[in-house]
């Protein structure tokens, strides 16, 4: 039994990241797409409800003045004010920080690859996703609707299905949280009777997810509107969030303020807008796709692993 000093991992694991890690830089420069770095400690924390930021505070010399500061929970804010200030296509491997998400497949302090691509769309940006997968020796992958897996595992249109229906079926599957949010009630059936069902024969990705979990993705107005946004689905596991970015500032900041209102409804504390992030979509963010991928669950994936403390040196209890 290994001891706390000791890694958790072997040392094939650690040659794999670091194989990994040498594959997807290869594959980046090979497409022309320009490796970035941007802070990890930032003053606005994300406004996301369902995503929690370390707090820390940043002490200038002799004490004069001491101010809030956040650890990232993505690149993305920063790495579109350089896509704004003209970068063209970007990509950044780098640890991000969550906090209340330790489990089976979530570590406090992880790796992520983010990549953005001017003037592609989420269906390109798939595409070229695909492209590195199958690099990575999986499968082609399979493209599907949200609407089209959920009907598949539930018999319900997420994007028409009254609400009381879906709070049914989500107390069927075990709900028992208070609020009525059709966006936490599609995420839960969907996370609970969809999820496991995809990726085992081949990457599944999932896209056109339903105008309340649009995040940041734009919405497009067809019958009925969608959020042009997909996710990465390997072995029944998340692997990637990706969208067809919303570069509207004024929209942006509607859903910032959403956010903050939704926050309070839950109890949670209220967040600062990143004034410098709307000023960079007011200057002019270019059409783009941008995507996250978790390199931590991406390695699981390859090596089949069912626990994300088999592929980190120091998980958060080693530490």
């Not at 024969?201 to 940041?216: G, R, T």
């Not at 500032?249 to 903050?260: C, H, I, L, S, T």
């Not at 600062?272 to 007011?282: H, R, V, W, Y």
Request: with cysteine; net charge negative.
């Amino acid at each position: 039994m290994k001891t706390k000093w000791q890694p958790a991992v072997s040392f094939e694991m650690l040659l794999a990241r670091a194989r990994l890690l040498e594959k997807l830089r290869k594959f980046m420069n090979k497409h022309g797409i320009l490796e970035v770095e941007t802070p990890i400690l930032v003053d606005a924390a994300v406004s996301d409800p369902h995503i929690e930021s370390f707090e820390t505070a940043l002490q200038y010399p002799g004490g004069r003045h001491i101010r809030k500061h956040f650890l990232h929970t993505s690149p993305e804010y920063a790495m579109k004010r350089l896509l704004a200030s003209g970068s063209g296509p970007i990509y950044q491997i780098c640890r991000v920080f969550r906090d209340n998400e330790i489990g089976k497949y979530h570590n406090p302090e992880f790796t992520m690859l983010e990549w953005y691509r001017p003037e592609y769309d989420h269906h390109q940006l798939m595409d070229e996703l695909d492209e590195l997968l199958q690099v990575l020796n999986f499968k082609p992958a399979q493209k599907k609707t949200y609407a089209e897996v959920f009907k598949e595992k539930t018999d319900l249109d997420p994007h028409t299905t009254a609400l009381v229906e879906l709070q049914k079926t989500a107390t069927d599957y075990g709900y028992t949280a208070q609020g009525d949010e059709r966006s936490v009630l599609l995420d839960f059936i969907f996370s609970h009777c969809v999820c496991d069902h995809l990726g085992h024969e081949c990457p599944h990705m999932i896209y056109d997810f339903p105008v309340v979990q649009s995040a940041l993705a734009r919405i497009r107005h067809s019958d009925p509107p969608v959020a042009e946004r997909f996710e990465l689905f390997i072995h029944g596991l998340e692997i990637a969030n990706g969208f067809h970015e919303l570069c509207d500032a004024g929209e942006q900041k509607k859903r910032f303020v959403q956010d903050n209102l939704q926050r309070e409804k839950s109890g949670k504390p209220e967040v600062f807008i990143d004034e410098k992030f709307i000023e960079a979509l007011k200057y002019g963010l270019p059409p783009c796709a941008g995507v996250a991928v978790g390199v931590d669950r991406l390695l699981m994936a390859m090596h089949h692993c069912t626990d994300i403390r088999e592929v980190i040196a120091f998980p958060v209890d080693r530490a």
